[in-house]
Every structure is written in structure tokens, then in C-alpha cells.
């Protein structure tokens, strides 16, 4: 009976603590953001919270944009546990009327999510609109025009 207590004892004292491994996690509470209805052209701005919510610090390796129309600016790329930076977003609206969806990219050391995505929406409306688009003058049309 003594060995049984002492198996449960150490079992209790060793084998509950077990190491925590200390790993970074990257967390971004709104990882999408909807800019609504823009006019072609319009240049909007957004900033995103990342947040290190791990026990190791969060290094933040690469911030790439997933097109030409989006910039992204990240300060701070070393995240202490428990800490938050912001990055900067900019999204400048396609020329055509429709639906956009944009994304940023941020790569870093969080082993469970080494690429995390943002993403970037909007609805581009023009004001108005000329139909036809094209205008071809005739034969008939003066030359000064």
C-alpha cells in the first residue's frame, strides 16, 4: 500500500507538471475590415491590432501587401507577451466599378500560424455614368471637333 501512495505521490508532485513550452501567438481580433462603398480612385486608411497573446516573444518577419493597391506599414516587428502594435493600412479603390478583396500578408515565428492574412473589402460605385463609354464621331463631324 506504501509503494501505491508513493507512486500516486510522485505521479501528483512530477507528472502534473508537466513544462509549458513558451511559444509566441499571434492574434488579430479584426483580421477583416470592410471599407463599404468607395469612389474609383479614393484612397481609404484602417489600422489592425496584432496582439502577442503567447509566452515567447512574437517576431514579426514579413508584412507583404497582395496587390499594388494596398500598402502596409508595421513600426514595431518584435511583439513582447502580452503586448499589441498597430499596422497602418492603406487600400486605394480599383478604377472599375465591382466588388474588391484585398489582403495582407504577415509572416512571423508564431509556430501554429506562420502566415497570418488580413483582408480588405469594399464595394466601388462610380458617382455617375456615361453610356455608351465610347463616343466615335462620323464622317460628318467637323474637323475642330
Do not use: W
Not at 509503494?3 to 479584426?30: H, Q, R, S, T, W
Request: hydrophobic share 40%; charged share 20%; proline share 6%.
Amino acid at each position: 500500500m506504501k509503494k501505491y501512495f508513493l507512486i500516486l505521490f510522485m505521479y501528483m508532485v512530477f507528472g502534473c507538471n508537466a513544462p509549458v513550452v513558451a511559444e509566441p501567438k499571434i492574434e488579430v481580433p479584426d483580421n477583416e475590415h470592410n471599407f463599404g462603398v468607395l469612389l474609383p480612385g479614393q484612397v481609404i486608411h484602417h489600422s489592425f491590432v496584432i496582439k502577442n497573446v503567447g509566452t515567447e516573444d512574437l517576431i514579426i518577419t514579413d508584412v507583404s501587401p497582395g496587390c499594388g493597391c494596398t500598402t502596409a506599414l508595421l513600426l514595431d516587428k518584435i511583439i513582447p507577451p502580452g503586448k499589441s502594435v498597430t499596422l497602418e493600412a492603406d487600400l486605394t479603390a480599383q478604377a472599375t466599378d465591382g466588388v474588391m478583396r484585398k489582403n495582407i500578408n504577415i509572416s512571423s515565428n508564431d509556430r501554429k500560424n506562420s502566415t497570418f492574412i488580413i483582408y480588405l473589402n469594399a464595394t466601388v460605385k462610380n458617382d455617375f455614368l456615361i453610356t455608351p463609354r465610347k463616343i466615335t464621331c462620323c464622317s460628318y463631324c467637323p474637323d475642330y471637333i
